[in-house]
């Protein structure tokens, strides 16, 4: 049972950047594939970016694409979504997701087994 606790969020303004992080227990965490995802409210959970078990294979959506990074420290357990040039429609709650050692990394909420409670992102405009 993997365990994984976000954290990191907070109030930026628009056109700032942040860092949310994704402490995961529980698991061999290198043998994960993880991602992040958002829900704004009233809207459904979208895929933000996921990166491979290996580190070798990062995807992002088309929205976000040259504005965020997504990365992995294996030795600290966490995953990171950098984020810049955030806008107001990026208000959401952000979620660290992970599944078992996929060479293609999911981009739906059902291709992950494990999720976080979420870290609060609001972007003041």
């Known amino acids: 049972q993997v365990q994984l606790v976000e954290s990191g969020g907070g109030l930026v303004q628009a056109g700032g950047s942040l860092r949310v992080s994704c402490a995961a227990s529980?698991?061999?965490?290198?043998?994960?594939?993880f991602g992040w995802f958002r829900q704004a409210p009233g809207k459904e959970r979208e895929f933000v970016a996921g990166i491979s078990w290996t580190g070798g294979r990062t995807y992002y959506a088309d929205s976000v694409k040259g504005r965020f990074t997504i990365s992995r420290d294996n030795a600290k357990n966490t995953v990171f979504l950098q984020m810049y040039s955030l806008n107001s429609e990026e208000t959401a709650v952000y979620y660290c997701?992970?599944?078992?050692?996929?060479?293609?990394?999911?981009?739906?909420?059902?291709?992950?087994?494990?999720w976080g409670q979420g870290t609060k992102v609001t972007v003041s405009s």
């Open positions: 997701a992970a599944v078992f050692a996929r060479d293609l990394v999911p981009q739906t909420t059902t291709g992950y087994t494990y």
């Open positions: 529980g698991g061999m965490f290198s043998m994960y594939t």
